[in-house]
């Protein structure tokens, strides 16, 4: 089949699964023992029944559990978030506010990576056993065992602190399309991106290994083609299979990474948003959150499989 | 006339880790213009050695040891790596055994034998598409046109491997080195493309060195033949001497394990035991725990490749060379089998019969 | 040329005679040499063994990772409901001990690394080296604990789903798809936002959702393993399912399964350790690495008295990473000795 309706099958059938991921969503919160309202109750104990009932009501925690994620989901599909439990501001505002900084560090971390990592795995996989190999494959583990928050941390120890290269927290907040906000994304950037630069230099590294073993590289050398076109004309196109299959996790793993990192550097996305609300017990405003992490995933899952579908011409025929 | 190919004393050697693997041993033959050269033995005798050779594809961990590959005159092994590229693909061309496998996956296969096409013969990419065009339908691939951007999963094995014939003719080789064409394929598909390699490589007046274990494949397409065992060639000769007067007892063995109809004998013939594991060779003759007819003096010397007719060592004009002691110092025994051969018409037999030679 | 090839069918058909194959297999040797390959057969685990074994790097790794389980362990006295299981004490002080109390007046918050403090005081005026030993205890444990639980889980799910096909085997990984929508970190805090912080916690909060992705594997080994014709071959000869899955499919599954685990451990150690650094790990004065890391956040920018303590910061995040980086380097050997060719990235806490 062609690779429109390709695309178009893979769209329609990522929709049940956007369900699955809202329906786990409410369910994590609305079927734990303990509703912001108890919580909220507990902590002021001359809160009557019939306080606490009108609470509920207000906030849409009445009602058997089925009929509260109906109402939520419905809203949601509109675009209603809910409201900021305390200040009553809606979260959709809130959270477009902070998507856009997330996004940019995200981007951020992955053209980081792979401008990084596509490059060192071709090198290794070619020199590989030899000096240059051994010592990128070390680099490369260490970029996935090194915790990210401690990654971040000791960056700003360095460069920060000692070095005063760059600075910690930007002192008056620049809107983010500004060309100064480059320089302050740099380190937090860099954090969040190491951990995928490392996943992704490995699998470039295995899969060029494997490639490169192949019978029509072989084919191609008693061509007379120059080694160059070889490597990066036949093996590369292949080899990149292996990494776009690792595009979802690796998303995935940027996207749980930049919670962590924005707190370490204080940015001010939906990671950072999301710790204070967990913080403040804002439900709203974590369901948001966690509805658009699953979508953020999913989303890159549908983008590595088209991906995919254009790099291989086996994949179409299934 | 100078001859097209001529390779001399090659060795091959692998490191391992399980040792040192002597792949090839001292191997020379020689390959006219428009000759079609055989080269047969089992899986492990070092043939796709010899061919990944004559490209100098030759990897680690293998390395070529010595020797000299003379084509056209001038020793392969001592280019520089440009000179060879130029010859790979263009002068000298190689068809693989399994297509699937030589064709890149991603790539359209009419893109993938333009490639070759663009890069050495200066074409612009419309006229080497509509040479590769051209060259698809010379193979008999049908709808060449359409067929061009498609992908190697879309064709059938008969047809990729006759992609991989085109890719191989594309750029009109003087030699064309085809490890196991048609192993891969039904019986009745190698027919065919025995058929038409033949007939291509007299049309484009091409040589080719035929790589195979099947004896019948050397049948239909050879002029000449070269059988190889554990590294080491031990019998050179034209095809029909090879079949109708074999003279190495390895040779004798392969026919007469070819099973005939209403041959009267209850059990397969084969020879007994497998090739020995290249690491491990035996003492002297490699071949002779599987000999019948093998002696004591075949453990302690390696016999040479010998002319049958004048017992020396032979060399590249040799008719007909065998690697057995009975052809310098002569076995005790000698080599007792026999050569017999249904006449075509009356039914008369006639008989060659090899006694007892005292030398 | 043509002509020649004529002349074979002409002359008619081959009869070779006299090649007597039993002249050889009677016979007495007439070498040494000997056929077959030298040496038995070792078995794939045998051999998997060996190789690890040549492998340096992973085997030093080995050692790091046992060395630092038991100082763990050694680090601090341990009671079990007043049985006194072990008695020692690397560590010179209990974590929890404020020097300027209990031992020395003169030692303040933040003070540097010295003969008796080696790796200096943190911010509630405690001794590092001590909290870095015992600190191993929560992040070692929980990693090896919450591994055991989601390998051992996914393997059955996976085999199951793998093994019937068809419609479980759809609903079984749709339910893994969309466990992967989420970031394992991001369940495992959404779960201790709710349930709150502490040990047997955390442990639920890994292991709860991180069996998805050993799931996933199984069952494409299954899948792969069941359409091998040995399989086939298997069932031909009669032999039962469930033998069949056990003595042709799970060995096979075992090693990507075995080398995911192993690289495993340590997402979920900078998983809990990463919790912990958010404050919703253990309790605060809690020596664990994380959050040792967490009580020194603010310190960063502009420690007491102008200078920054830096030991605070390098020495907990060190340890996590020396066993993060062990433990990886295991799982890799494990991957080189096994072949399994796994990259390893799989899911259970983070990354």
Known sequence: ????????????????????????????????????????????????????????????????????????????MVGDFGQELRTGRDVSAIVWRRLPETIALGVFGWVFALVIAIPTGIYAAVNKDRLGDTVSRFIALSGISIPNFWLGLMLILIFSMY??????????????????????LILPGVTIGTAAAASIMRVMRTSMTEELNKEYVTAARAKGLPERTVILKHVLRNSLISVVTLAATLT???????VVVEVVFNWPGLGREFIAAIDSREINIVMAITLFTGFFVILANLVADILYAALDPRIRYD | ????????????????????????????????????????????????????????????????ESGEILFKG??????????????????????????????????????????????????????ARARTIQLLDRVGIPEAEERFSDYPHEFSGGMQQRAIIAMALSCDPDLIVADEPTTALDVTIEAQILDELRELADDFDTAIQLITHDLGVIAEVCDRVMVMYAGRPVEKASVE??????????????????????????????????????????????????????????????????????????????????????????????????????????????????????? | MTDQRQTHSDRGRIRITGFDSDRVTEREPLSDWTDGTSGETVGRWRRGLQRFKRNWSAMGALAIVVLMS?????????????????????????????IYFTEDPSVGIYDPPSREYPMGIDGSGRDLFSRILVGG?????????????????????????????????????????????????????????????????????????????????????????????????????????????????????????????????????????????????????????????????????QGPGGQIPWWATVYPGAAIFTFVMSMNLIGDGINDALDAQQTGVGRGGDD
């Open chain 1, 1 to 76: 089949m062609s690779l429109q309706r390709f695309i178009l099958k893979r769209v329609l059938s990522v929709i049940p699964i956007l369900f699955g991921v809202s329906v786990i969503t409410f369910g994590l919160f609305h079927l734990t023992p303990g509703d912001p309202v108890s919580q909220l109750v507990a902590l002021n104990p001359d809160v009557s029944p019939a306080d606490e009932a009108r609470l509920r009501e207000r906030w849409g925690l009445s009602g058997p559990v089925w009929e509260q994620y109906l109402t939520w989901i419905t809203n949601v």
């Open chain 1, 163 to 184: 070095l005063g290269l760059f600075p910690v927290l930007a002192p008056s907040r620049l809107p983010l399309y500004h060309p100064d906000m480059l320089w302050y």
């Open chain 1, 252 to 258: 995935a793993g940027i996207v749980a990474g930049s």
């Open chain 2, 1 to 64: 006339m100078a001859p097209l190919l001529e390779v001399r004393d090659l060795t091959v050697r692998f490191y391992t880790q399980e040792g040192v693997v002597t792949a090839v041993d001292n191997l020379s033959y020689r390959i006219e213009s428009g000759e079609k050269f055989g080269v047969v033995g089992e899986s492990g005798a070092g043939k796709s050695v010899t061919a990944l050779s004559v490209l100098r594809l030759i990897d680690s961990p293998g390395q070529i």
């Open chain 2, 74 to 127: 001038e020793n392969l092994l001592e280019m520089s790596e440009a000179e060879i590229r130029s010859i790979r693909g263009n002068e000298i061309a190689m068809i693989f055994q399994d297509a699937q496998t030589a064709l890149n996956p991603v790539y359209t296969v009419g893109g993938q034998i333009a490639e070759a096409i663009e890069h050495h013969l200066d074409h612009t990419s419309e006229e």
């Open chain 2, 241 to 359: 001497e090879l079949y109708y007067d074999p003279k190495h007892p390895y040779t004798v063995g392969l026919m007469s394990s070819i099973p005939r109809v209403g041959d009267g004998r209850e059990r397969l013939q084969t020879i007994p035991g497998t090739m020995p594991d290249l690491v491990e060779l035996p003492s002297g003759c490699s071949f002779h725990p599987r000999c019948p007819f093998a002696e004591q003096q075949c453990t302690r010397s390696e016999p040479a490749l010998t002319d049958v007719e004048t017992g020396r060592e032979a060399t590249m004009d040799t008719e007909h060379g065998a690697a057995c002691i009975e052809y310098t110092e002569g076995l005790s025994q000698g080599l007792t089998y026999s050569i017999e051969v249904d006449g075509p018409t009356d039914g008369t037999v006639e008989q060659y019969v090899e006694g007892d030679r005292s030398e």
């Open chain 3, 70 to 98: 038991l100082i763990a362990f050694f680090a601090r006295p341990i009671e079990v409901y007043g049985f006194l299981i072990q008695p020692f004490a690397l560590a010179p002080y209990d974590p929890t001990t404020i």
């Open chain 3, 137 to 301: 205890r929560y992040s070692i444990s929980i990693g090896f604990i919450v591994v055991g639980l989601t390998a051992s889980f996914g393997l059955i799910y996976g085999a199951i789903s793998g093994y019937y096909g068809g419609n479980v085997d759809e609903l079984m990984m749709r339910i893994v798809d969309t466990i992967f929508a989420f970031p394992g970190l991001i369940l495992a805090l959404i779960i201790v936002a709710i349930l709150g912080g502490g040990y047997w916690q955390l442990v639920l909060a890994f292991s709860l959702f991180g069996w998805a992705g050993y799931g996933r594997l199984v069952r494409g080994e299954v899948l792969q393993i069941k359409e091998n014709e040995y399989v086939l071959a298997a069932k031909a000869l009669g032999a039962r399912d469930r033998s069949v899955v056990f003595r042709h499919i799970a060995p096979n599954a075992m090693p990507p399964l075995i080398v995911l685990a192993s690289l495993n451990i340590g997402s979920v150690v900078i998983g809990v350790a990463a919790l912990g650094f958010l404050g919703l790990g253990m309790d605060p004065s809690t020596a664990e690495w994380g959050t040792m890391l967490d009580e020194t956040r603010e310190t960063l920018i």
